[in-house]
Antibody, heavy 121, light 109 residues
């Protein structure tokens, strides 16, 4: 079955960087885009960007341009999301999600379990 | 950017009742671009509805989606105890590609 398994929780100081990984299994890794979505405590869902695991092409949300980098390692079916210059507002649960198309409909059909990133001095 | 506004913010109902959740877009959304997710506390979101009205695999038929243009609705025909959660609508467009509504919390009355 399709599974996305994320790396464990992180605690970082302001100004530092964090790298979260998302390991895919149960499907052809390069056939589906992976998106990253974050959720601050008690808040809604915020889209961060996507990566095409086949080509490595990325598309980032404007709010994160210059701070986020998404990469992939096809040898281990894993995508990474690195966020730099962390501030307290970056404290959130970070999710990876698989993009799937059904006819002309785009959907996120599988999600990672989430990775809590805490920014604390 | 397409902004999705969900209403109400919180909906208080009892098991067995019917729930109607609204998602309004700031500009017209292609129906195939509108999805609904359910999120329970401490869990990742789960896909319920895609393409405005298509039910995802394994989703009970008490969940239904409808709408077009700028107005979309998620209906839960008869609430079960496990349905009390937060619900998000999401659209896929051009720039930015993905936006979410702010969520509707469905709580037990």
């Amino acid at each position: 079955q399709v599974q996305l398994v994320q790396s464990g929780a992180e605690v970082k100081k302001p100004g530092a960087s964090v790298k979260v990984s998302c390991k895919a299994s149960g499907y052809a890794f390069t056939a589906y885009y992976i998106h990253w979505v974050r959720q601050a405590p008690g808040q809604g869902l915020e889209w961060m960007g996507w990566i095409n695991p086949n080509s490595g092409d990325t598309n980032y949300a404007q709010e994160f341009h210059g701070r986020v980098t998404m990469t992939r390692d096809t040898s281990i079916s894993t995508v990474h999301m690195e966020l730099s210059r962390l501030g307290f507002a970056d404290t959130a649960v970070y999710y990876c999600a698989r993009e799937k198309w059904v006819d002309t409909s785009m959907l996120f059909d599988s999600w990672g379990q989430g990775t809590l990133v805490t920014v604390s001095s | 950017e397409i902004v999705l506004t969900q209403s109400p913010g919180t909906l208080s109902l009892s098991p067995g009742e019917r729930a109607t959740l609204s998602c309004r877009a700031s500009q017209s959304v292609r129906s195939g671009s509108l999805a609904w997710y359910q999120q329970k506390r401490g869990q990742a979101p789960r896909l319920l509805i895609y393409g405005a009205s298509g039910r995802a695999t394994g989703i009970p038929d008490r969940f239904s989606g409808s709408g077009s243009g700028t107005d979309f609705t998620l209906t839960i025909s008869r609430l079960e105890p496990e349905d009390f959660a937060v619900y998000y609508c999401q659209q896929y467009g051009s720039s930015p590609p993905v936006t979410f509504g702010q969520g509707t919390r469905l709580e037990i009355k």
